[in-house]
């Protein structure tokens, strides 16, 4: 307060200033101005205090402070009462006059002017009931009961969105990352593990793990949003299918027994894009009660119709060899071939070379033997924690680096050449390792030292070494046909790659240089001599009295075992690669590279021959190709106005380009399989295993899918979520 130049002695004032007014009486000219004054203002008036009337007194002038305002926010100055007022009190006024008689004028409509007793005034104002009553009458204005309920609605809805879009966050990582979300028991799942961890810095998340944490992480919520995150991404592959400009798409089915021993089918589907890119997507594990080629091929179809994917747009099968699924008159491919004969089976490359490789260890009974001494040393290290310990100091202590030694496997279909690879690198270790672990008091050691009698022969090094100029060759095909990009046309040349080369080592000089290899391992190691195995005499009645050709030397016994494993490989690739559906793939191509229409091009309704026959010409006169691979990066660089000339061209590579040489993306999923059921998860139904195999292994298209959309999904089910969780926007 300021204060003016006073004399001495005290001086008598009324609390309302130098004009005071009766309690209660209220100038009603005034009264008329200060109504509109209040009802024009939505808020407080505090202009600068120099614009407020001071009180002039006798022997001091006292005037309004800055400070006031910000104490007292209520502070309302009235430029017609030349006062201030409580601006709520006086809004409560004008909707309940008898609120006038009950409180003090001074801040209702007379106005306040006793700068003096300012604070003392305003505090005991402030606490009065009346001001706490026309505080909490002038906030709920205009606020009725139902509004106020639907705002209170409102911030719990919104409050249970964020909730359950985190609940969804931490299944889609789970899903994503293929771990388990349940546990033996539910506090300790991966689940409430997960949103305890994300709740340390989220007191509204706590507050909800304290009181409702089982309302939506139950496993039949949790069941319910994977399903809407896995059929998304199934919805979204099927769309893209329909909506190619010519819809062709294979099938790519495979089996095996997951580590419950149910039967699990994976059906996976290859398109081509618009961009000429082929990919291949799987759709997901179905099991089955029986595995009859009739029972299978009705899965494959019922697939198709719940993706809504037309059977007539079917235009290749990939499969393995097996009869249930390879039969010429009850297998799955006939039975689907009898409604859609344009959809063509092509036994699966990498089985195919595979069995070549199987068909080429047994051809040679020396490869034949070493190979099988491999695989038992692989399952004695395997099976023996002390020899595999062993094992691994000596060979550390003869090597810089030490090797794992694995046993063979007929069903994996590149660990042949690394084994034996393995074996030769480590020869001296191995012989050390099982001599002295036959000397110990263990049940393997009549194991370990049969191997080390085996090992010691020089004839195993020479069947290693043998094998493995083989092996290599076949499983680098293997390796390459597993690709998701390989064409037909790309596997034919790459066996006939592979095939040129192994035939290539049918020579004298070649066979020579790796007898030459193995007879200086065996002398380095001081192993037995290769020696002629002994020959058995065939009997009189089939040689008569001539005698029968015998090998002189060991050189010349084994380069007809070796010849024997390098025949039946280029016999084996032969038969094996000039199947049925094969031909008549070489013949769409032989069309797109000579220019001439074969009548198989007919077959094909999505096909016009005579725009054909038309546009081949054209672009062989522009453009220089020797494949189909070559056409397709042709056709990918063309402007969109140029490529647009091409249409049928472009059909016929999209034919070539949709038939799958392999079913390796199938064998990709029962990888994803074993990380998912487990000894620990074999309860798992198979509705929840086929939804977590989807998130799992579409990670990429998983990523994609927003956290709202799932919510926005869960939400539209039932009447009550909509209630609880209202409307993501």
């Given at each position: 307060?300021?204060?003016?130049?006073?004399?001495?002695?005290?001086?008598?004032?009324?609390?309302?200033?130098?004009?005071?007014?009766?309690?209660?009486?209220?100038?009603?000219?005034?009264?008329?101005?200060?109504?509109?004054?209040?009802v024009?203002?939505?808020?407080?008036?505090?202009?600068?205090p120099?614009?407020?009337?001071?009180?002039?007194?006798?022997?001091?002038?006292?005037?309004?402070?800055?400070?006031?305002?910000?104490?007292?926010?209520?502070?309302?100055y009235?430029?017609?009462?030349?006062?201030?007022?409580?601006?709520?009190?006086?809004?409560?006024?004008?909707?309940?006059?008898?609120?006038?008689?009950?409180?003090?004028?001074?801040?209702?409509?007379?106005?306040?002017?006793?700068?003096?007793?300012?604070?003392?005034?305003?505090?005991?104002?402030?606490?009065?009931?009346?001001?706490?009553?026309?505080?909490?009458?002038?906030?709920?204005?205009?606020?009725?009961?139902?509004?106020q309920?639907?705002?209170?609605?409102?911030?719990?809805?919104e409050?249970?969105?964020?909730?359950?879009?985190?609940?969804?966050?931490?299944?889609?990582?789970?899903?994503?990352?293929?771990?388990?979300?349940?546990?033996?028991?539910?506090?300790?799942?991966?689940?409430?593990?997960?949103?305890?961890?994300?709740?340390?810095d989220?007191?509204?998340?706590?507050k909800?793990?304290?009181?409702?944490?089982q309302?939506?992480?139950?496993?039949?919520?949790?069941?319910?949003?994977?399903?809407?995150?896995?059929?998304?991404?199934?919805?979204?592959?099927?769309?893209?299918?329909?909506?190619?400009?010519?819809?062709?798409?294979?099938?790519?089915?495979?089996?095996?027994?997951?580590?419950?021993?149910?039967?699990?089918?994976?059906?996976?589907?290859?398109?081509?894009?618009?961009?000429?890119?082929?990919?291949?997507?799987?759709?997901?594990?179905?099991?089955?009660?029986?595995?009859?080629?009739?029972?299978?091929?009705?899965?494959?179809?019922?697939?198709?119709?719940?993706?809504?994917?037309?059977?007539?747009?079917?235009?290749?099968?990939?499969?393995?060899?097996?009869?249930?699924?390879s039969?010429?008159?009850?297998g799955a491919?006939?039975?689907?071939?009898?409604?859609?004969?344009?959809?063509?089976?092509?036994?699966?490359?990498?089985?195919?070379?595979?069995?070549?490789?199987?068909?080429?260890?047994?051809?040679?009974?020396?490869?034949?033997?070493?190979?099988?001494?491999?695989?038992?040393?692989?399952?004695?290290?395997?099976?023996?924690?002390?020899?595999?310990?062993?094992?691994?100091?000596?060979?550390?202590?003869d090597?810089?680096?030490?090797?794992?030694?694995?046993?063979?496997c007929?069903?994996?279909?590149?660990?042949r050449?690394?084994?034996?690879r393995?074996?030769?690198?480590?020869?001296?270790?191995?012989?050390?390792?099982?001599?002295?672990?036959a000397?110990?008091?263990?049940?393997?050691a009549?194991?370990?030292?049969?191997?080390?009698?085996?090992?010691?022969?020089?004839?195993?090094?020479?069947?290693?070494?043998?094998?493995?100029?083989?092996?290599?060759?076949?499983?680098?095909l293997?390796?390459?046909?597993?690709?998701r990009?390989?064409?037909?046309?790309?596997?034919?040349?790459?066996?006939?790659?592979?095939?040129s080369?192994?035939?290539?080592?049918?020579?004298?000089?070649?066979?020579?240089?790796?007898?030459?290899?193995?007879?200086?391992?065996?002398?380095?190691?001081?192993?037995?001599?290769i020696?002629?195995?002994?020959?058995?005499?065939?009997?009189k009645?089939f040689?008569?009295?001539?005698?029968?050709?015998?090998?002189?030397?060991?050189?010349?016994?084994?380069?007809?075992?070796?010849?024997?494993?390098?025949?039946?490989v280029?016999?084996?690739?032969?038969?094996?690669?000039?199947?049925?559906?094969?031909?008549?793939?070489?013949?769409?191509?032989?069309?797109?590279?000579?220019?001439?229409?074969?009548?198989?091009?007919?077959?094909?309704?999505?096909?016009?021959?005579?725009?054909l026959?038309?546009?081949?010409?054209?672009?062989?006169?522009?453009?220089?190709?020797?494949?189909?691979?070559?056409?397709?990066?042709?056709?990918?660089?063309?402007?969109?106005?140029?490529?647009?000339?091409?249409?049928?061209?472009?059909?016929?590579?999209?034919?070539?380009?949709?038939?799958?040489?392999?079913?390796?993306?199938a064998?990709?999923?029962?990888?994803?399989?074993?990380?998912?059921?487990?000894?620990?998860?074999?309860?798992?139904?198979?509705?929840?295993?086929?939804?977590?195999?989807?998130?799992?292994?579409?990670?990429?298209?998983?990523?994609?899918?927003?956290?709202?959309?799932?919510?926005?999904?869960?939400?539209?089910?039932?009447?009550?979520?909509?209630?609880?969780?209202?409307?993501?926007?």
């Open positions: 307060m300021t204060r003016g130049t006073h004399d001495e002695g005290s001086c008598q004032e009324n609390e309302q200033g130098p004009e005071p007014l009766v309690r209660g009486q209220i100038n009603r000219e005034e009264e008329g101005l200060h109504v509109l004054d209040i024009t203002c939505t808020r407080p008036v505090q202009p600068d120099k614009f407020i009337v001071v009180q002039k007194r006798a022997n001091c002038v006292l005037s309004f402070q800055q400070k006031w305002f910000t104490s007292f926010p209520w502070l309302h009235s430029a017609t009462l030349q006062g201030v007022l409580c601006f709520h009190c006086a809004k409560v006024y004008l909707i309940q006059s008898s609120f006038a008689s009950k409180c003090d004028p001074a801040f209702v409509s007379v106005g306040f002017r006793n700068w003096k007793k300012a604070i003392e005034k305003f505090s005991g104002h402030a606490k009065s009931q009346l001001h706490i009553h026309a505080m909490n009458v002038y906030v709920q204005k205009g606020n009725t009961v139902a509004s309920l639907s705002s209170a609605v409102a911030r719990q809805q409050e249970a969105r964020y909730r359950l879009s985190k609940i969804v966050g931490s299944i889609k990582y789970l899903a994503r990352q293929g771990l388990a979300l349940r546990g033996h028991v539910e506090e300790k799942s991966n689940l409430s593990q997960h949103l305890k961890e994300k709740a340390e989220d007191p509204v998340l706590q909800w793990l304290d009181t409702h944490k309302d939506y992480t139950s496993p039949l919520i949790q069941n319910e949003i994977l399903g809407i995150m896995s059929n998304e991404i199934i919805r979204r592959i099927a769309e893209t299918i329909r909506c190619l400009p010519v819809t062709q798409f294979a099938l790519i089915v495979d089996g095996t027994q997951d580590i419950s021993g149910q039967e699990q089918e994976s059906v996976c589907l290859r398109y081509v894009d618009h961009d000429l890119n082929p990919h291949e997507e799987f759709i997901g594990m179905y099991s089955v009660t029986e595995t009859t080629g009739q029972y299978l091929a009705k899965v494959a179809l019922d697939v198709l119709c719940r993706l809504n994917l037309p059977l007539s747009a079917l235009r290749g099968q990939t499969y393995d060899g097996a009869a249930n699924m039969g010429t008159y009850s491919q006939a039975l689907i071939r009898e409604k859609q004969p344009l959809a063509l089976y092509v036994h699966c490359g990498a089985h195919c070379v595979n069995l070549v490789a199987q068909k080429a260890c047994t051809a040679s009974r020396v490869v034949r033997d070493s190979l099988d001494w491999v695989h038992q040393l692989g399952v004695l290290c395997g099976q023996s924690g002390k020899f595999k310990q062993l094992f691994h100091q000596i060979a550390k202590s090597h810089e680096t030490a090797t794992t030694l694995k046993p063979l007929t069903t994996r279909w590149t660990v050449h690394s084994a034996i393995s074996v030769l690198t480590q020869y001296d270790s191995i012989l050390t390792a099982l001599e002295e672990m000397g110990r008091d263990s049940p393997t009549a194991t370990a030292n049969g191997l080390f009698q085996q090992f010691m022969r020089g004839s195993t090094v020479l069947g290693l070494v043998m094998a493995e100029a083989v092996i290599g060759e076949l499983e680098c293997n390796s390459s046909l597993q690709r990009t390989q064409t037909v046309s790309g596997m034919q040349a790459a066996v006939c790659k592979v095939q080369t192994l035939s290539g080592k049918r020579s004298d000089e070649v066979f020579q240089s790796l007898f030459e290899k193995a007879s200086a391992t065996v002398k380095s190691l001081d192993l037995e001599p020696t002629l195995p002994r020959v058995r005499q065939p009997p009645c040689s008569g009295d001539s005698s029968s050709f015998s090998p002189k030397t060991p050189m010349e016994h084994y380069r007809v075992e070796f010849f024997k494993v390098l025949d039946s280029h016999t084996q690739l032969t038969e094996r690669f000039q199947q049925g559906g094969l031909l008549t793939l070489q013949k769409l191509e032989n069309t797109l590279l000579s220019g001439t229409i074969d009548p198989v091009v007919h077959d094909y309704p999505e096909i016009n021959a005579q725009l026959e038309i546009q081949l010409p054209m672009f062989k006169h522009g453009y220089m190709y020797s494949s189909c691979k070559e056409a397709t990066n042709i056709l990918k660089g063309l402007p969109l106005e140029v490529r647009g000339l091409f249409t049928e061209i472009e059909t016929l590579v999209r034919l070539l380009l949709v038939v799958p040489v392999s079913s390796s993306e064998e990709r999923s029962f990888s994803a399989l074993r990380r998912l059921k487990t000894w620990l998860r074999t309860t798992m139904t198979q509705q929840r295993l086929n939804h977590v195999a989807v998130c799992h292994i579409h990670q990429d298209k998983l990523d994609i899918l927003t956290k709202k959309s799932v919510c926005t999904q869960f939400i539209s089910f039932t009447p009550r979520d909509k209630q609880v969780f209202g409307a993501f926007i």
